[in-house]
């Protein structure tokens, strides 16, 4: 009877899509109808009397199905009202049916975030038990993996994805080739191209010739071509889906022919916008939409939305702005059903927004549109709109590329936002009125807002973690996760031949940890167990938060432009844009490499040419650095790898290296990653531990030993008191250990940067510590010296700074952070380091002793002339929190007791003597 039951079902679930009610498509809401009719209730009760789970689910279910859209929310129900877990096969496939349907219901229904919990519990509840009779490929994996594409969150996608290929493997060639398809799909949105042409064409080798299949893999293998800039083969793929699906739209065994041609249209519009032909585009774009409204009805609204942004975009490029606005305000209306715009300025409210990649892009058509009709300020408002959703977007991926991967496509519109800010704020008839003051808060927000936020989120997760329960078993298990995918990413770093099924471990391992993280963070979201959100920061907070005496220099840097943002504590002071900075950050890119990337050869062969290039970089970029004694560089982009201290502010050359005019002579510099990353390192406890020292001398392939590092410990050791680790001391066991104990971290070894993606390793005494085994660490020092070279060197990831050691320290809760940019000379670097730990010592801020140890190095009389040359010295730089740290020096204990032994010894020997005499 229940298999009966069970394979009823999921023939009704296979359909389900063609009989499903007319519904608008949002993510905010989904209508519901609650009430049960009285036949069913009692039939309900009888069942639970029986204790009969199976049949009691599936009346639940077969009720749902009747009208899934108005009775979804009535299925979740369900599950949190039965008395008892399943205990039997039988109900446990009724269970897992249940959660399947409810998964793709709410899809269909547009609530892809609600769906895609369904989709994981029905995940986690199948591969505890794995159930034989279950097609948990077909009803809950290939689905899954879809929503994960349809969210953006590819790297989760890719991961169930080949799950689902090597499942089947097991079954036959259409699974195989549907499946190489998907995986095809997300290496596109990975940008791995070469991958996803080998995917499609495997697909191909899979698929029955001329099925719907086939036809789909095609319009996916067009599109590959298209980013590989193979234009006319594309568009040969492309016709041919086309021709094929066309075929079938008629043949009701192949229900996703309409579905599979609206994207072969939309892919052909792709070609023809590729090609300028806008017109031809539209018209391909429209097909698509005349096809979802005839074979969907009012469902596919995310696909239909999709097609109007298109659409949209095509008629902005024949500039016809107006008409494009009512396509991009259509594709609005059917994510946001509450929203019915009455003229062209309407924009949706905030409180309506969710996390949505086609919403994001509607919203952008819209507000550049606006631009365009000189409708400055509601544009601005859309744009603003923009970082709603993105944020609500970036809290639902997992991974730490995904979420890369949306900061650098969030950079295509944060241009456009900053750039309208400052237009509006240039042209403000009264600088100082409130008016102008609003756009230049506009500008700094979106600056904030547009670069640094994982590390924010990150910094925010350390705080909040800090209060959860230490005995939790989910937190447990999260850092049981932690701790093995670092194994599995130690053993693979660096190395291009790691076996498939250690991929697959470690992939698998990733989405367990996804679902355990998810829970967590449901866990302590709501209830006894809640933690505190972490509250937006107004513009004015943020100008507050700076020091009195210090000035805050904000860069953004677009494509072409360059934005330099001045303020001081509670006002923005001025806003300068330099237009076509290609060039400019062509120049610094150079320079950087030139004179610090390949050693200090450059420099030291034509020094004039250094001083050079190093003031007219200064004339571009020094505009309000010198003004107070104190100034913090924010960065954007490559201006991250830029020595500021090493800037040259007069034209007037000198053959006297330690007379030049260096910016660092006229302000103390140091940097953060953004303003509000530096509120939340002000937030963070300390603990009250003190230092701890790292100090390897010799490389671990030739144990050479390298004198510079022993007379940075021998000299260090002389000002401060703490643990010291010296070469085999200085173990992988005992650096894990202090992370979690020690104020002060000192870090002096071999510092590099390995494989194809550049991961950022410390060489200790017995093995390597890589950067990502700093994630899920509780670690909160005050300071960390990290005198190794290029400890702040790393990725370049667009609008979020370079993913650098240096980086992944603060990320776990550092207050601050010394960094090398570039390979240190050693010598130099060990004189400054004892140098700056002898400042604070004396009570100066970590930035304050770094600038002043620097300073006492260039203007020393005694020393090689060559070595004031700022490639010597510049590289060390701090970023984060500048407040004092309390210190002490070395112990004198010893010292103390020696004289009291002295003392009482002397004691003694006049006391003998003195007996002596009176014997006598």
Excluded at 83 to 102: F, T, V
Excluded at 175 to 203: F, M
Excluded at 238 to 261: D, F, G, M, T
């Amino acid at each position: 009877m229940q298999k009966k039951i069970y394979q009823f079902f999921v023939g009704l679930f296979f359909v389900a899509f063609l009989v499903i009610g007319t519904a608008q498509s949002t993510d905010k809401m989904v209508v519901s109808e609650t009430a049960l009719p009285v036949d069913l209730v009692s039939q309900l009760d009888s069942l639970r009397k029986t204790d009969n789970l199976g049949e009691w689910l599936y009346c639940y279910q077969l009720y749902i199905y009747e009208d899934p859209v108005k009775r979804v929310s009535i299925l979740a129900r369900s599950f949190a009202d039965a008395w008892r877990a399943p205990e039997n096969d039988a109900e446990r496939k009724q269970w897992i049916s249940g959660l399947a349907a409810q998964g793709y219901y709410l899809l269909y229904t547009g609530n892809i975030l609600k769906s895609i919990d369904a989709y994981e519990q029905a995940y986690r509840f199948y591969f505890e038990k794995p159930l034989a009779e279950f097609n948990v490929l077909e009803y809950v994996l290939k689905p899954l993996g879809n929503n994960y594409t349809r969210l953006g969150d590819y790297d989760r996608a890719f991961i169930i994805q080949e799950k689902s290929l090597v499942l089947a493997k097991e079954q036959d060639s259409a699974q195989v080739a549907s499946i190489c398809h998907n995986l095809a799909t997300t290496a596109i949105w990975k940008d791995d191209l070469p991958l996803a042409k080998q995917y499609c064409e495997r697909g191909l080798e899979q698929a029955t010739k001329n099925s719907s299949l086939h036809g789909l893999l095609l319009s996916t293998l067009s599109e590959v071509l298209l980013r590989l800039g193979k234009v006319d083969q594309a568009e040969l793929r492309s016709r041919s889906a086309i021709s094929i699906l066309s075929k079938h739209l008629s043949n009701r065994e192949e229900v996703n022919a309409p579905y599979w041609l609206r994207g072969a249209w939309q892919g052909l519009g792709d070609i023809q916008k590729e090609r300028k032909e806008f017109f031809t585009a539209l018209g391909s774009y429209k097909k698509g939409i005349e096809i979802i409204d005839r074979f969907y009805g009012g469902k596919r609204s995310r696909e239909k939305a999709k097609l109007l942004v298109f659409a949209g975009s095509m008629l902005q490029q024949l500039q016809q702005p107006h008409k494009a606005i009512e396509q991009f305000d259509a594709a609005l209306s059917l994510m946001i059903p509450s929203f019915k715009p009455a003229s062209v300025i309407d924009l949706p409210l905030s409180k309506d927004l969710y996390g949505e990649n086609t919403l994001l892009e509607a919203l952008q058509g819209k507000a550049d549109c606006l631009s365009i009709l000189d409708k400055k300020e509601i544009a601005l408002d859309g744009y603003m709109l923009l970082y709603d959703v993105e944020k609500k977007l970036r809290r639902e991926f997992f991974s730490q590329t995904a979420k890369q991967q949306q900061q650098r496509e969030s950079r295509q519109w944060s241009e456009e936002a900053v750039g309208t800010a400052y237009d509006l704020w240039k042209t403000s008839k009264n600088p100082e009125g409130p008016a102008a003051k609003k756009y230049a808060a506009r500008v700094l927000q979106i600056a904030e807002m547009s670069k640094a936020q994982l590390l924010l989120d990150e910094l925010e997760n350390s705080l909040r973690n800090n209060r959860r329960k230490d005995n939790d078993s989910l937190l447990q298990k999260e850092d049981q996760l932690l701790q093995a995918i670092s194994f599995y990413e130690k053993e693979s770093a660096g190395n291009d031949d790691v076996d498939s099924a250690t991929m697959v471990t470690e992939n698998d391992l990733r989405f367990q940890l996804s679902l355990i993280q998810k829970q967590v963070k449901a866990k302590y979201r709501v209830g006894e167990n809640a933690l505190p959100e972490v509250k937006p920061v107004s513009v004015d907070s943020l100008l507050q938060s700076i020091d009195t005496g210090t000035t805050v220099i904000e860069f953004y840097t677009g494509d072409n432009s360059l934005y330099s943002i001045e303020a001081e504590k509670g006002r923005i002071v001025n806003i300068y844009k330099i237009e076509n900075a290609k060039k400019l950050f062509a120049a610094i890119r150079n320079f950087v490499d030139t004179y610090f990337q390949s050693g200090p050869a450059r420099m030291m062969n034509n020094p004039q040419a250094y001083y050079r290039d190093a003031f007219v970089i200064y004339q571009m970029l020094g505009k309000g650095i010198e003004k107070n004694k104190n100034c913090i560089i924010i960065p954007d982009g490559v201006l991250g790898y830029l020595p500021f201290d090493a800037l040259i502010t007069d034209s007037v050359y000198s053959t006297a290296t330690g007379q030049w005019p260096f910016l660092i002579k006229k302000t103390n510099l140091y940097f953060n990653y953004s303003l509000q990353t530096g509120l939340q390192q002000q937030k963070i406890e300390h603990p009250a531990g003190g230092f701890a020292g790292f100090f390897i001398s010799f490389d671990s392939s030739s144990r050479l030993a390298i004198p510079a590092v022993k007379k940075e410990y021998a000299e260090i050791k002389t000002v401060m008191r703490g643990r010291y680790f010296n070469e085999e001391k200085a173990s992988i066991d005992a650096f894990a250990k202090q992370l979690t104990e020690v104020n002060v971290l000192h870090i002096s070894t071999h510092s590099f940067l390995q494989g194809r993606e550049n991961i950022p390793v410390l060489q200790l005494a017995d093995d390597r510590f890589y950067l990502f085994e700093l994630y899920g660490k509780v670690f909160h020092p005050q300071l960390v010296v990290l005198s190794a070279c290029r400890t702040g060197h790393g990725i370049l990831a667009k609008g979020e700074g370079i993913i650098s050691l240096a980086r992944g320290f603060a990320a776990t809760g550092a207050g601050g952070i010394v960094a090398g940019l570039w390979d240190m000379n050693d010598e130099v670097t060990a004189t400054l380091m004892a140098s700056m730990y002898a400042l604070l010592r004396g009570g100066k801020k970590p930035a304050d002793a770094l600038h002043e140890a620097k300073l006492n190095w260039i203007e020393q009389k005694t020393g090689q002339s060559f070595q004031k040359l700022p490639y010597y010295w510049a590289g060390l730089v701090y970023s984060g929190d500048n407040n004092p740290i309390t210190l002490s020096g070395p112990s004198h204990y010893a010292t103390w007791w020696l004289l009291l032994v002295g003392f009482i010894a002397i004691g003694l020997v006049f006391f003998i003597k003195k007996q002596r005499l009176l014997l006598k």
